[in-house]
Each structure stands twice: as structure tokens, then as C-alpha cells.
Nanobody, 128 residues
Framework: QVQLVESGGGSVQVGGSLRLSCEAS??????????MGWFRQAPGKEREGVAF????????ESSDSVKGRFTIVEDNSKNTLYLQMNALKQTDTAMYYC???????????????????WGQGTQVTVSS
């Protein structure tokens, strides 16, 4: 059974940095066709995909709202996914989730519907 456990959230001032971690068990971060993503959801808003990584290729993609500031990285030796967040803004305040995608659904990576397992979430709060 796949399990994802996030950590690393917290409170930070505008311009600061945080690194989120997502430890995966029962899931291969290297198997062809697999992919993972980081999503966030602020109160009253829809869940938004912010970064994605395709297993086996190391190919990554970020949403326009975080491009140049957030980086998704995976450590295959630890089966752990990271989201390095720099130059944080107040608009980045949200609950952040990692998720494991259904194999071979990369084309629909931005849709939460193609992810079969979600972590419990970790809160990120950015204040001025």
C-alpha cells in the first residue's frame, strides 16, 4: 500500500525559504510511467498543482505562479520527494500536499483526479 508522509512546513517571512519533504513507501520513484506532484490549497480556493516530476527521466515542471522560485527534486536512494521553496510570498500561504500519480497519466498531471495517493498535508504560512 502506498503511503506518503510530508514534513517541513512552517511559518516564514516574505522572502524566506522552506524545504518540504515527502517520504514515499510502497511506491517507486524510478519506475517508468510513474510521476509525482506537489499541490497546494488555500482556504476557499481550489487545489492547485505547483510542481511535477516524471520518474525515470528526472523531467520536472512548475506552474507559472512558482516558476523560478520553487524546485521539485527527488532523492531516489531515500524514496523521498522535496519541494525547495525560495523567495516566498504571502500568496504562497496554503496547505501543501504531495501526491503519487496513476501510471502513464503524465499528460494529465495538473489534474488532482489522476493522483491515487495523497499525503496528509503540511501547512506553509508566509507573513510580512
Amino acid at each position: 500500500q502506498v503511503q506518503l508522509v510530508e514534513s517541513g512546513g512552517g511559518s516564514v517571512q516574505v522572502g524566506g525559504s522552506l524545504r518540504l519533504s515527502c517520504e514515499a513507501s510502497g511506491y517507486s520513484t524510478t519506475a517508468m510511467g510513474n510521476f509525482m506532484g506537489w499541490f497546494r490549497q488555500a482556504p476557499g480556493k481550489e487545489r492547485e498543482g505547483v510542481a511535477f516530476i516524471l520518474a525515470g527521466s528526472g523531467y520536472t515542471e512548475s506552474s507559472d505562479s512558482v516558476k523560478g522560485r520553487f524546485t521539485i527534486v527527488e532523492d531516489n536512494s531515500k524514496n523521498t520527494l522535496y519541494l525547495q521553496m525560495n523567495a516566498l510570498k504571502q500568496t504562497d500561504t496554503a496547505m501543501y500536499y504531495c501526491a503519487a500519480g496513476r501510471p502513464w497519466q503524465w499528460a494529465s498531471r495538473r489534474s488532482p483526479a489522476v493522483y491515487h495517493t495523497w499525503g496528509q498535508g503540511t501547512q506553509v504560512t508566509v507573513s510580512s
